[in-house]
């Protein structure tokens, strides 16, 4: 008789290997997503800190290859650095200047017209449709205003919140200026000890991905601000034809809304939407409208497709859902950050994955993303095997 098969008393009876294999593969995806929400919260506690770390490393980003292209051409690094970094901060200084002056200029044409509007508004009540005497439109902003009055410490509470936001804001401005510096000065000095902190036999292929994902940001902020200043100008443009006020602080509202990819221009847009409906009425909002709607389509159709899908390599639909997720988990922090995180992750889990291939150089990776690419860095040194293309760099 042929003898029975003894069965392994390790394993569990009755259970199929494609039973097994699931299991096996949910509860390591259980443990993996629990370390992401442990980490998630943990930083969470440190936002103050984190955010501009990293809004710090978006700007080094920008400013990286200026500050190796004047070292390049004989400039001490700190010199570079720092004259960099000013030159910036004027920049943003004057269009700061700019933008309160025009809306100093605007803002009393803005008041009157909305006056006017309100006007209009309670003409047509009371002769439209709806037919409210004076009496009754009086007793509803009576209503209005008892309500301010009852929620009177909720809104003392929250501006004594926005007060405090306001304090965060600065502190953060100041983190962030500090520490693009310090990324400009000695990014490369970081991102070594950093490196040193790994096992030996991970640091070349996390410093090769390092090193490529480092270019590919480079090459998002570099597309995501010219996308940014064709939107702002083309807002600001057409405010400017459909005499709306405020036409400058208008297309930099756009400018700064789309830094979040393909949403933030649109959204931001409504602004200009409801200042032109104040000050022009509904038939100049409507045009206005349309010409935000002209300025996505250039975006997604010539911008989008020729800046930002050759520097980062990352599906539309990708885009979209993780600044989604981005926005539902961390709010507009998220969705900033959302895109340029998921490009980043797509280049270091690419190169880590073929890590056993010959690494490709940074002046090819360079050459392959023309025209929004740097220049070619110089030739790695076999003591340094670091690049030249930023400070913050993770060749720093």
Do not use: K
């Not at 490393?57 to 400013?63: E, R, Y």
């Not at 389509?297 to 911008?303: D, G, K, M, P, T």
């Not at 980062?312 to 639909?317: N, Q, R, Y």
């Amino acid at each position: 008789m042929p003898s029975r098969p003894v069965s392994d008393p390790h394993r569990p009876p009755y259970v199929s290997p494609a039973l097994r294999l699931a299991a096996d593969w949910s509860w390591r995806f259980l443990v993996v997503v629990a370390g992401v929400v442990v980490l998630a919260r943990g930083l969470g506690y440190v936002s103050e800190i984190l955010v501009p770390v990293l809004v710090a490393l978006l700007v080094t980003a920008l400013l990286g290859p200026v500050v190796a292209r004047a070292h390049r051409l004989g400039v001490p690094q700190a010199v570079a650095a720092l004259a960099t970094l000013l030159v910036a901060l004027a920049a943003v200084a004057g269009l700061v200047t700019l933008i309160s002056t025009q809306a100093a200029s605007g803002f009393s044409d803005l008041s009157d017209s909305a006056t006017e509007g309100i006007g209009e508004v309670e003409s047509w009540l009371a002769s439209g449709p709806l037919n409210l005497s004076s009496a009754t439109i009086s007793g509803y902003v009576d209503q209005v205003e008892q309500a301010i009055s009852d929620n009177r410490d909720a809104i003392v509470a929250g501006a004594t919140t926005v007060a405090a936001t306001a304090g965060h804001l600065v502190a953060g401005f100041f983190i962030t200026l500090f520490a693009t510096f310090f990324y400009l000065l000695e990014g490369r000095r970081i991102w070594s000890w950093l490196l040193h902190l790994m096992p030996q036999p991970a640091r070349d292929p996390l410093d090769d991905a390092a090193r490529q994902s480092w270019l590919t940001l480079v090459h998002y902020m570099r597309a995501t601000v010219v996308v940014a200043l064709v939107d702002g100008a083309g807002v600001a443009i057409g405010a400017a034809v459909l005499q709306v006020p405020l036409a400058v602080p208008l297309g930099l509202v756009v400018f700064l809304g789309a830094f979040i990819p393909i949403v933030g221009a649109l959204l931001s847009g409504v602004v200009a939407v409801l200042v032109a409906l104040v000050a022009q009425g509904p038939v100049i909002a409507l045009i206005m409208l349309g010409v935000i709607l002209l300025v996505q389509q250039v975006e997604s159709h010539l911008l989008q497709p020729f800046l930002m899908g050759r520097a980062v390599a990352v599906h539309p639909l990708a885009v979209i859902l993780s600044v989604a997720a981005g926005a539902t988990v961390f709010g507009i922090v998220g969705a900033l950050f959302a895109v340029p995180l998921v490009a980043v992750l797509n280049t270091a889990i690419g190169a880590l994955a073929g890590a056993g291939a010959p690494t490709r150089q940074a002046a090819e990776i360079a050459a392959s993303d023309a025209p929004l690419a740097p220049d070619a860095p110089a030739p790695n040194d076999a003591t340094e095997h670091l690049d030249d293309e930023g400070p913050a760099d993770v060749r720093r």
